[in-house]
């Protein structure tokens, strides 16, 4: 080393030069007062440094940047992480499971019979054909609403 | 598992939109930045900003990191672009000095910031950098407080300058040696007036 290799001097007292470097670069300071002097400086240097204070940002900042990403469009990526969680994913997948079952489920057609289980259908088709017996037989007494409600128990006991 | 393998799968999940990833990332190493940008910049709130859409900016980025990279050097490659970018900008200029003024902030107080003469120290030495980190470039200043505020290796530097070793030993020598002799004026009283005042 020589005195112009004085970029080697802080890599030096940095620690940051490889050991066969590092050798030459003691051996010429031990021979050169004036590179021992600028060395000497350096390291007051480095370690009057240690001694400035550490700025500590304001706990505001935290917010401010997490508010600044809320901001943000989603990605895709979060899009998907949003719709996996399981607040939305349960009822959604219910919602879904119940509209798949029902567009896949058979329908009546017209001359399809009603459906046994429904009892308000039932009533109704009762009803309705109550309605067509009063209409065939006519209603001019009391006794004809009496006869036309045993009807069909008269075509049973036939 | 080392921190840098922990911080590098914390990066990932930020990657695929983890944002408690991020937020455990940002508490690591908001501090950081901040003196990062403080030491650029020169001025508390602006550092503030800055480190706030450093952070955005990493966040918006996460997909580029490669875990092969040390994460606090994608970190401050993204640090030091923006903030280049920003001084290129021309908004940031050498406004270093005034903040050494500020007697009222409690981070002014060194080590030693219980005696009152070495609390006035530590204000001429943060005033001596500041000045000393005003009159570098970029580049040096940006190399300089990767090195010696935050401990940085010169290759870790070099990745996040993109530049070589040799380059940065180069940037770091001069930048460290400018402080120093700004130091050495401040100890010698041969720092004008106008500066220590």
Known sequence: MSCDDVDDLTAYVDGELPPARDAQVRAHLRACAACRATEALLRDTVARLAELPAFEPSPATRRAVLAKLDALPMSWPERMRTWLRPAVLWPSAGLVAVLAVSLLMPRPGPDAPLALEDASVMELAANLELAEDYELLGLDSMADLEVVADLHELEVVQ | ?197
């Open chain 2, 1 to 197: 598992m080392d921190d840098a393998d922990l911080d590098a799968q914390a990066m990932l999940r930020v990657a695929a939109g983890d944002r408690r990833a991020f937020a455990w990332l940002f508490d690591r190493y908001h501090a950081s930045v901040a003196r990062f940008a403080l030491r650029f910049v020169g001025n508390r709130e602006r550092a503030e900003e800055l480190t706030q859409d450093i952070f955005v900016k990493l966040y918006r980025n996460a997909r580029a990191y490669q875990p092969t990279a040390r994460f606090k050097t994608f970190l401050f490659r993204v640090a030091t672009n923006h903030c280049l970018n920003e001084v290129r900008r021309g908004e940031y200029r050498a406004p270093h000095a005034p903040d050494a003024d500020d007697t009222e902030g409690r981070e002014m107080e060194g080590p030693r910031g219980d005696r009152p003469d070495a609390a006035l120290e530590g204000r001429e030495l943060e005033r001596a950098v500041s000045e000393a980190l005003a009159g570098m470039s970029a580049r040096e200043r940006a190399a300089f407080t990767m090195c010696r505020f935050e401990g940085m290796a010169y290759r870790d530097i070099a990745d996040a300058l993109e530049a070589s070793e040799s380059a940065v030993k180069s940037l770091i020598h001069r930048a460290t040696l400018a402080v120093a002799r700004r130091i050495e004026a401040l100890q010698a009283g041969t720092v004008p007036a106008r500066s220590r005042a």
